[in-house]
């Protein structure tokens, strides 16, 4: 009867701390002195996912993601890792209605990831759509900065490349808008749905602005790699996701391989193929061109080949490719690719 009598009360006490947790959902806080954005998502069965998002750098994506358990106010957890991997490093968060505030669990040697320590505030929507305006407007502005800068900097040999990425811009910048917040279908089910918000009073969408303008300004803003040369032989990279690979065989016969992988949840495509030497030409400005159908044998249907141009002036590789919607699904390969080295192998 003891046993019964305790096992009852563990029970009502173990219900009554479920009942003290908050219903499932998101709630989102900010740490104004730092730039740090905190969503602390409380799913069932108090178990808890916590991601925090560093901002300085206006538009930036860095992130540390967590999960953990909640008891009441307190949530302890730990960064997400694969299930092979050692969890590593505890921390402590004190969740209240208004604040949260994260320590270290204590009695730990060798702590790691305090940068995600200290006093975040609770950011209400309209906060949350204030700080994305405000973001994508410095992300913005570090952009046209970071191009002025480049008219001055770059040189001139590939100042081509850099007039080049700017008149495209705009169109990738909405593409990639695009693919981060798809419009919605029309169909019979949504027809008497709620509308959605509308994109400017939405912070999501001034995030998704953000975040691709920072990679943006980063782009320009970096350097080339010492030992890149102006032929075609090299790795490249675009602002965002994009890689192309080449080598010139002694046979004259280009290799090429584009790929990409733009966001999170868009799978990685490529167009991997050989191009014959009369496909390629040499300006008298030393740039070079490779202009050639990429004949997919898995796909017989000629006319929804691939039409690829490849233009290497300067430092840089400009891609355009046409026809090229069932292998870029939601991305692309268009754009201006900085060079960088063969690996030594």
């Given at each position: 009867m003891?046993?019964?009598?305790i096992?009852?009360?563990?029970?009502?006490?173990?219900?009554?701390t479920?009942?003290?947790?908050?219903?499932?959902?998101?709630?989102?806080?900010?740490d104004?002195a730092t730039?740090?954005?905190?969503?602390l998502r409380?799913q069932?069965?108090?178990k808890v996912?916590?991601?925090?998002?560093?901002?300085?750098?206006?538009?930036s994506?860095?992130?540390w993601?967590?999960?953990?358990?909640?008891?009441g106010k307190?949530?302890?957890?730990?960064?997400?890792?694969?299930?092979?991997?050692e969890?590593?490093?505890?921390?402590?968060?004190?969740?209240?209605?208004?604040?949260?505030?994260?320590?270290y669990?204590?009695?730990?040697?060798?702590?790691?990831?305090?940068?995600?320590?200290?006093?975040?505030?609770?950011?209400?929507?309209?906060?949350?759509?204030?700080?994305a305006?405000q973001e994508?407007?410095?992300?913005?502005?570090?952009?046209?900065?970071?191009?002025k800068n480049a008219?001055?900097?770059?040189q001139?040999?590939?100042?081509?490349?850099?007039?080049e990425?700017?008149?495209?811009?705009?169109?990738?910048?909405?593409?990639?808008l695009?693919?981060?917040r798809p419009?919605?279908?029309?169909?019979?089910?949504?027809?008497?749905?709620?509308?959605?918000?509308?994109?400017?009073?939405?912070?999501a969408?001034?995030?998704?602005?953000?975040?691709?303008?920072?990679?943006?300004?980063?782009?320009?803003?970096?350097?080339?790699?010492p030992?890149?040369?102006?032929?075609?032989?090299?790795?490249?990279?675009d602002?965002?996701?994009?890689?192309?690979?080449?080598r010139?065989?002694?046979?004259?016969?280009?290799?090429v391989?584009?790929?990409f992988?733009?966001?999170?949840?868009?799978?990685?495509?490529d167009?991997?193929?050989?191009?014959?030497p009369?496909?390629?030409?040499?300006?008298?400005?030393?740039d070079l061109r490779?202009?050639?159908?990429?004949?997919?044998?898995?796909?017989?249907?000629?006319?929804?080949?691939?039409?690829?141009?490849?233009?290497?002036t300067?430092?840089?590789l400009i891609?355009?490719?046409?026809?090229a919607?069932s292998?870029?699904?939601?991305?692309?390969?268009?754009?201006v690719?900085?060079?960088?080295?063969?690996?030594?192998?």
């Amino acid at each position: 009867m003891r046993s019964a009598i305790i096992t009852l009360l563990a029970l009502a006490f173990c219900l009554a701390t479920r009942a003290a947790d908050p219903p499932p959902g998101d709630a989102h806080y900010f740490d104004e002195a730092t730039m740090r954005h905190l969503l602390l998502r409380t799913q069932s069965f108090g178990k808890v996912q916590i991601i925090v998002r560093f901002a300085s750098d206006p538009g930036s994506a860095a992130r540390w993601i967590g999960d953990g358990q909640r008891n009441g106010k307190l949530v302890t957890f730990a960064q997400t890792v694969g299930e092979d991997q050692e969890r590593g490093t505890f921390f402590i968060a004190e969740a209240g209605e208004s604040k949260v505030e994260i320590s270290y669990k204590p009695k730990q040697p060798n702590s790691q990831d305090a940068g995600i320590l200290g006093l975040y505030r609770r950011a209400s929507e309209g906060k949350l759509l204030q700080l994305a305006k405000q973001e994508f407007k410095a992300a913005d502005d570090r952009l046209d900065a970071a191009l002025k800068n480049a008219t001055k900097t770059w040189q001139a040999q590939d100042k081509p490349a850099l007039s080049e990425w700017k008149s495209q811009w705009p169109a990738i910048r909405q593409r990639w808008l695009d693919a981060a917040r798809p419009a919605p279908s029309a169909s019979p089910a949504t027809a008497g749905a709620t509308p959605p918000v509308s994109a400017e009073k939405d912070a999501a969408h001034w995030l998704a602005l953000a975040q691709p303008t920072a990679r943006g300004y980063y782009f320009i803003e970096g350097g080339l790699d010492p030992k890149a040369s102006t032929v075609w032989n090299g790795e490249y990279d675009d602002f965002g996701g994009g890689h192309a690979s080449l080598r010139l065989a002694k046979n004259g016969k280009l290799s090429v391989s584009l790929t990409f992988s733009r966001l999170e949840d868009t799978l990685a495509s490529d167009i991997t193929t050989t191009v014959p030497p009369e496909r390629l030409t040499t300006a008298k400005n030393g740039d070079l061109r490779a202009d050639f159908t990429f004949a997919d044998p898995e796909q017989p249907d000629a006319a929804k080949h691939p039409i690829v141009s490849l233009h290497r002036t300067g430092h840089y590789l400009i891609v355009k490719v046409e026809n090229a919607d069932s292998y870029a699904k939601r991305g692309w390969f268009d754009g201006v690719y900085r060079a960088g080295p063969v690996p030594v192998e």
